[in-house]
């Protein structure tokens, strides 16, 4: 089951003062269903640049969409399982339900089944736990603290820990890397 994750949106109310839109457990959390464990929750998505700071409708309530749209920004926290023995994660249902326009590659899945890349730049925070970012070319322990910027590059999120491993993502559409 999903850690719950709190979330508080500002808005503006009919007189244009600031107020507290969403004080809740983000609505939008989903299991991953072909990676038994893991999750994604979103808390806000924006579909334009400059982002609309108008109107109260709740933007994390859509479908999964693992690349923001063009000039689009997604805010979500993703939980990464710890790796048991015998555990297989379907890559084909877990990026499905992403709604990914980057499917892992076969040539990819000697490093980890779910070696991927997005058409965005992501900054990452590790909020709690630990694990490794794989990459094609060498891999990085990560632990609570940890800041990544993730730059339209093929890699892979992989948890020897044995505790699960929370990830505050904001995703930024980008122009596609080679």
Known sequence: MLQKIRRIVT??????RATILFNDHAPNANELKGWPGAGVTELWVTDEAPADNLGNKDRSLRPLRHDPVALGTIFRVVEVPPE???????????????GSTHKPKAEDSAKHPTMHKTDSIDY????????????EEGEVRLQAGDCIVQ???????????????????????AKPAP
């Open 11 to 16: 808005g503006h109310n009919a007189e244009g």
């Open 84 to 98: 048991q023995p015998g555990t297989t994660i379907d890559t084909a249902s877990t990026f499905g339900q992403l």
């Open 124 to 135: 990452l925070v590790v909020i709690s736990g630990e694990m490794m970012m794989v990459m």
């Open 151 to 173: 730059r339209g590059t093929n890699h892979a999120w992989v948890n020897r820990s044995g505790k699960p491993c929370l990830l505050a993502a904001v995703l930024v559409d």
